[in-house]
């Protein structure tokens, strides 16, 4: 009697190395020992330090990821798929796997017995040689020339692959710092920094840190004569002290450095400044750590004289960020760091501006960056957006001060245009007179968007509810926030419109999964990744946390963290929403610096297997959010 199944496994394996170095025969004995298993998606087949399974497994159906958690964050390291093998780590050692394998989706997987698949392996040089191959040049298929070397399987310790993941290595630091009390002299605090010569001392009370003194404090208070050296350390220290727990990453140490603008972060057993203090880390730390410090970029900015030398800054930037991308930092890491460099860029070219007017800005402002420079994830040099708010003045005053500040605009986004960011071509700058205006034109703005959400204004709202304060008076900007969320309250007919919008582009998926491409015009053919992939979760995150009065969360990463905190029932999508983001954004990144465009635009042909597969997996959270924002604002007769 003819096993079926047996025939089915057999069939299916011929096509696949190293199942096709051996004959069908051969096949057929191997299929009638073999075991057919199905995972349901978020299935595990094995975790981490798991002892070897008596199988090794090939996808027939399906995705499995393959993760590994790294500071506290799980990291997918590759994704296997049609022909695609799992578990090889049986074959060349007895402890344990390094990885966790997991179903992306429902999947069907052969599982092959070890016990019976050895005697082939070692009877036949082309099957031995592929698993040897492969499990010494980490890759799944040796025999893919493209992608050889470089997919890395479970068979590979992450944590062997240092050079990738420095920016997540927990950072070194002083175990013991230099500390004194509030009561001290000066003149005795910088006699011991000279003579341990270090750059800094902690103010402590009680083991508790409440300021710290720097060699900056000692040059601008003292040098200069503000204070006399025999002050007492309470009245030049700097306070209160920024403080992190021991066991942060080297990015987040510098994120927390950019953001504060310090040199120095200390230590407490558990992050805060109320608790004991344990170490100290400085810039030299994190230089140290990480070579390609974004902290140096920092102060070639502050340092900056001409647009010339920003937008030598920027040229490294985009370096960093290319290897960055190599090394495989995450894409929400990356876009942090360069969001907080762009935006040191802007206020530098603001404050040269403002030395150029010759005068003072007449009134406080604030300067705002909009659109995916407001969401900080313009990796590419695309154009720039923004917009300028100034306080309100009397009436005889308005045309003089509104003079002015289009005057600095116009300034600054000629400066941005030099360092590489192209004027916008809808004008959405802060140098067009529609987008420089008082607090109480702005507000008068924003209520006319959310109250009449006709076409124009739900495409206003794509753009101006994505913001980010930069430069100058941040009390005028929250006063914009709040009143928008005010108006936004309750408000059904916004938000049907604001949702209808957000449902304009389904998952780009269409019959037997294939691709929705262009049918025509100059990209004919292409994805369009940046309309059919980011902006439906870009649309959807800025809705629901509109919605759930979500502030001080403009970027779409951060987004969806927020909304999986709040809302445990729909974690699981929204976390899934945040993974097909990166996925999506780093593909466009590539996609830009590979063809020196703004990588909306995917050429199909050009990708291989794997990065089809994974684009594909991308788009099923759109679907799982989409429906989301159909419940919750009734859209169905909108669709």
């Known amino acids: 009697m003819k096993n079926s199944i047996a025939e089915r496994i057999a069939d299916f394996l011929k096509n696949h190395p190293p199942f096709c170095s051996l004959s069908l025969a ?66 060349f050692a007895k402890d344990g796997y390094l990885m966790t394998a997991e179903a992306r989706e429902e999947s069907l997987l052969y599982a092959i017995p070890i016990t019976i698949f050895k005697p082939y392996v070692f009877e036949n040089t082309a099957v031995l040689s592929f698993l040897l191959e492969s499990f010494a040049s980490n890759t799944r298929n040796p025999y893919d020339k493209e992608n050889k070397g470089k997919l890395i399987s479970e068979n590979v310790s992450y944590i062997e692959r240092d050079d990738t993941i420095q920016y997540f290595k927990p950072i070194s630091y002083s175990t013991n710092p230099i500390t004194a009390n509030k009561m001290d002299s000066v003149k005795s605090i910088a006699e011991t920094m ?32 503000l204070f006399s050296i025999e002050a007492s350390a309470d009245q030049i220290m700097s306070a209160p002290v920024i ?79 290319k290897n960055a991308l190599v090394e495989g930092i995450p894409i929400g890491h990356i876009c942090q760091i360069v969001g907080e460099i762009n935006s040191a860029i802007t206020s530098r070219a603001i404050e040269l501006s403002i030395v150029k007017m010759g005068e003072q800005p007449p009134v406080p402002f604030a300067w705002l960056n909009i659109g995916s420079q407001g969401r900080k994830e313009q990796l590419l040099l695309t154009d720039q957006d923004n917009a300028l708010v100034f306080e309100d003045v009397a009436e005889e005053r308005y045309d003089a001060v509104k003079k002015y500040f289009l005057q600095l605009a116009d300034s600054v986004t000629h400066i941005l245009n030099v360092v590489g960011y192209e004027f916008c071509p809808a004008e959405m700058m802060a140098s067009n007179p529609l987008w420089c205006k008082s607090l109480k034109e702005w507000n008068a703005q924003y209520n006319a968007w959310i109250h009449s959400p006709a076409k124009k204004g739900i495409l206003m709202c794509s753009i101006f509810f994505d913001y980010d304060f930069v430069y100058g008076d941040k009390e005028l900007v929250n006063a914009i926030t709040s009143t928008i969320f005010k108006n936004v309250n309750d408000n059904q007919i916004f938000f049907a419109y604001l949702g209808s919008d957000a449902l304009k582009n389904p998952p780009p998926l269409g019959f037997f999964r294939q691709f929705l491409v262009e049918k025509d015009g100059e990209h004919k053919d292409s994805f369009d990744v940046k309309s059919r992939g980011l902006m439906p979760l870009i649309d959807a ?3 629901l946390c509109l919605n759930q009065k979500i502030t001080g969360a403009n970027n779409t990463l951060v987004r969806f963290k927020e909304l999986a905190a709040l809302e445990p029932q729909n974690a699981t999508t929204y976390e899934a929403c945040s993974e097909a983001f990166s996925v999506l954004l780093k593909f466009r990144t590539e996609e830009g610096f590979a063809s020196n465009s703004g990588g909306r635009y995917l050429d199909l042909n050009k990708l291989t297997k794997l990065d089809k597969v994974k684009l594909k997996n991308a788009f099923h959270p759109i679907s799982d959010v989409q429906e989301i924002l159909k419940t919750r604002f009734q859209l169905t007769h909108f669709t």
């Not at 009370?205 to 601008?220: A, M």
């Not at 927390?256 to 200390?266: E, K, R, S």
């Not at 140096?296 to 985009?318: F, G, H």
Request: proline share 3%; with cysteine; net charge negative.
């Open 541 to 543: 995150a800025r809705l």
């Open 194 to 225: 000279t003579r341990l010569k270090i750059g800094s001392v902690i103010i402590q009370e009680n083991q508790i840190p409440i300021g710290i003194i720097t060699d900056k404090d000692l040059r601008s208070k003292i040098a200069t004569g």
């Open 26 to 91: 051969d096949l057929i004995a191997i299929a009638k020992e073999s075991q057919v298993l199905h995972l349901e998606k978020k299935q595990v087949l094995f975790n981490v330090n798991d002892q070897p399974h008596p199988f090794f497994y090939i996808v027939k159906d399906g995705a499995v990821a393959l993760s590994v958690v790294y500071d506290t964050t799980k990291v997918l390291v590759d994704e296997c798929d049609e022909g695609d093998i799992v578990g090889l780590r049986p074959f």
């Open 243 to 321: 403080t992190v727990k021991a066991n942060g990453s080297v990015a987040e140490t510098q994120l927390m450095m950019l953001q504060h603008t310090v040199g120095h972060l200390c230590v407490t057993l558990d992050g805060t400044n109320k608790s004991e203090i344990i170490g100290i880390i400085s810039e030299h730390d994190v230089v140290v750590a990480q070579a390609n410090n974004p902290g140096v970029l920092v102060k070639q900015i502050k340092r900056a004289e001409s647009a010339q030398e920003l937008k030598l800054v920027r040229d490294n930037l985009t370096k960093l960020i």
